[in-house]
Each structure stands twice: as structure tokens, then as C-alpha cells.
């Protein structure tokens, strides 16, 4: 039985200026697992994020259960259930941990059962300005403040990026957790987490789709990926979310390929 | 020593009417970023609404009764004029911080010339309770109470506005909107409500600024809003843009500077102080005026 996608992309352009960021990117996220947003550095892949969440000028068909949400306001796609990550995690500096989640969780805060048991760190920290807490640590309260809503959708934008190894396997952890319950849809640049926890991929190269499918085969296929990511995965092994290497390289050239060749 | 505590106290007073004239300007940059070069006219809306409310109360009614309500009404019309122009004017402008400028600089000399041409350009005197124009000795100095009035409203305003920043959901959203508001979006919070809402905070405070301001100068003209609106800009920006204890502070070193060299240096000088001190804190703390925001 075919499970229909939590989420449908069609035709997705996004301009800014003189800039056509997104030319026409077209996927499906399915309600099951984490989709992989893939790609070399400056294809698109934040774009297209902030494109399903109407924080880029966007044209294109989205559909977030079957409904179209492609003219929502932002605030309203979140409350509809979009959780979004950033890259930079965008936690408010200047308010303590349990402010940051309040915003979201307005009675509970760091006392919400989710954040007990995802983040117990975040607990002890509830006093704590953000602005003063590691990266790592940011990223929990970047991850937990979108974890107090009801999601049907997480996009999460390099939740590893800067990382040491050690929280790279913690934020990991959290990921797939959080999978079991909610869809997501990642972009990151770390092949070894995305093997580890990733279902599906996408694969966007000069603003358009270039690749779709399984996870696994496509980074199991050495000469696809260096094609693809501009890098080769070392084989897997028992440390397969560790360290945050190897990382796909800077875009070059645009692809030759349109974007069904390899889907 | 009886002349320094005048002058402290004058430079209080007149600090506390630049705080609430500077307040509303400085929530209202922090959060939304854009320059409201309107606020001047929100304070001379305030203040003749209260000229307008005085003169149409009966003589029977005492003179702080009606003041009383004069102060009511400009707060109340100031945060109307407020909530107005954010939503007809300023909310489609959102991100188009040229047009945000033109609209409110456009809106600011409108506003003047409709008074001027309804009320006429000379000023019409406001009338004072026995007690507000009065004095109070204290150390040997006579010190007008109506500086006290200034500086009692100017507490109360910062810290109500000080407690609602700090302990209610909408100072906290206000709190993370001014570090990043499309954060505050993305978080699934309807952040242009709460622009609205501090739009219509700020034309209160600047409506409640106006009136007093009039009570200062002993009338309401047309040339008034633009007059407070200049030292209010000063405040914010050596205060820190967005900042708003800064504002607190930078408003009090403001009348204080320029009462001091009022009249220690000549009469005049201290506009010139004022702008001087301006000068100094944009060349030297540069970097810190735009940390201000957060």
C-alpha cells in the first residue's frame, strides 16, 4: 500500500533580485522517517526550507497534508504543524533557556515532558541565558523549542553544523528519537549522520532536483555520491554519526543532469 | 547648592518628558525597525486632544480634575493615532525602510499643517492646577512641582512598561522579536499583532508625552511634536537603538546635560550640548549603538 507524502513540492522557483535560486524543485517527503535535503554548498538547500516555511518569495505548488500551503504566512504554516531548525538555531540570546521555550510552550517551558526527556541538561540549565550556552547546547534548546508544538513536519537545517563529535552522535540521537514520531526533513551536510538516520534523499544541484531515492543505496554507491556530493563515504562503521567528516564540497559547476536522470 | 538642586530637578523633569516622548520610538525601532518619524505628530495629537478636553469641560469641574482627564484623553488618542497608522500606513511598508521614512516624514508634516490650519499657528495657553504650577521648598530651593509630576509619570510609565517587558508573554515576545523577529515568526507567533500592539503603546506614550510637554511650556502649539520629537531621537539613538533601560538613562543624562549648560554656560548651549554629547557617543561607542538591539 502506497502512504501518501506529508509533504508535496511541485514546481518550486524562488527568485531574489536577479537570482534564480530554485528553478522548478519538485519532491515528496514521505510521513514515515527523515528525508535527506542533500546537496554541495549554495545549491538551494536552506532556500528551499525557508521556501516551505514562506520565508523566501516563493511560487509553486506546496501541499502540507493535501492542503495547499503554498500563500500561508509563515506563523500560520508553523502553527498548522511545520516545526522549523535553522541553521545558525536562531535561539534568543538575551532570554534564559525556559524563555526561549516559552515562546512556544507558553505555561510549561523546560517543564514539558518532551524536554525531560529529550534534554534533561536544558532542565538544569532553565536560568541560563541562551546567548551563554555552547553550541551544542543551543542546538537542544533550537530542537526542543520546536518539539513543545504538535509537528506533522520538522525541517531542520544543519542541526550538526560546528558541532564537536561527541554531540554530533547526541544530536543524532534526538533525531532519530524524534523520527519515530514526527517526519523530517533535513539538510545536512554530514553523510555519516544522514546514513545513519535518513530514509529517503533528495538531491539538489544549481537550484534544481538531480537526485531522488533510497538513502542507503545512494551513499553505498561510491561514484554516485562523488558525482552528486563532490565527496566519497568511507565505509560504515559502528561510529557512523561521529565525526562530522567527510562533508560534501563547495558547489563547482552546475549538472548537466535534468532533474528526472536519476530519480 | 540650592541653585544645583534646581537645576537637578529642572533637568530631571525635563528628562522624564524626554523618556516618554523617547520610549514609544525607542519599542517601536527595537522591535520593528523602522524610524517613526511620525511620533512627533502622535505627541502633538495627544496634546492638543487635551488642550480640546480642558476647554470642553465645564468651569465647575476643578482645574486637576481636568487635567486629570486632559492626560487620560492624550494617552487614549495617542494610542489610537498609533494603532491607525500602523495598520493603514506603516504595515504595508514592512521591510521597505525608504517608504517606512517618506510615510512617516510625510505623515509627521501633514499632521502639523492639519493643526496649523484647524487651530492656527499661535499657541493657545493650557491652564494649570494651583499645586502643578506652584513650588515646593526643599534645602533652600523652590522647586516647581510640576517637575515633580514629570518625573513621578515617567517612573510609573518605565516601570509598568519595565514589568510588562520582563514578566508578561507579551514583553517576552517583545524581548525576542527586537534580537529577531522572523525567529518569532518562524516559532509559529503572530509578530505583526505585536507590532500593532506596540505601535499603539508607543503613540500612547507619545500621546501622554505631548500633554505634558504642554503643561512644561504653559501651551499647545504646532510646532511642538517636532521640537520633542528631535531630543527623543537623540535619546534613543545615545540610549542604544531599540534599548529600552538604555532610553531610561540617556534621557535623564540628556535634560540633565542640558540644563547644566543652560545655565552654566550660556542660554542656548544646551542644545548644543546635547547634540555634542550625540556626537561624541556615535564616534566613540559606535559599534554599541547597534548591540543596542539586542
Known sequence: MTVSPVLSVEDLHVRYGGSHVLQGVSFDVPARGVTALLGRNGVGKTTTLKALLGLAPRQGRITLQGNDIGRGKTFRLVRGGIGYVPEDRDVFGGLTVDENLRLVGRDVGVGAPVVGELFPDLVARRKQRAGTLSGGQQQMVALARVLLRDNVLLLVDEPTKGLAPKLVTEVADVLARVAERTPILLVEQNLPLVRRI??????????????????AALLADANLTRELLGVSLRRPTGDDAGPAEPHTEPHTEPHAESPQDRS | MSTALLLVVTGLGLGALYFLAASGLSLIYGLMGVLNFAHGAFMLAGAYAGWLTMGALPASVPLGVKLLLAVLVATAVGAVVGFLVEVVLIRPLYRRHIQQVLVTVGLSLAGTAAVQGIWGSDPHPIEKPAWVAGTTEVAGAQLPNDRFLYIGVAVIVFLGLLALLRFTRLGLVIRAGVENRTMV??????????????????????????ILYATYAGSVSPAQGAALLIFAFIVVVIGGMGSFVGTAVAAVVVGLVQQLANYYAASGVGDLSVVLLLAVVLLVRRPSIEAGRA
Request: a negative charge; proline letters at 0%; aromatic letters at 4%.
Open chain 1, 198 to 215: 535518513a530514509h529517503t534523499v533528495v538531491v539538489l544541484d544549481a537550484g534544481r532536483v538531480v537526485h531522488r531515492g533510497d538513502a
Open chain 2, 185 to 210: 515568526e518562524a516559532l509559529g507567533i503572530d509578530v505583526q499583532r505585536t507590532f500593532t500592539v506596540v505601535f499603539a503603546m508607543g503613540g500612547a506614550a507619545a500621546g501622554l508625552a505631548g
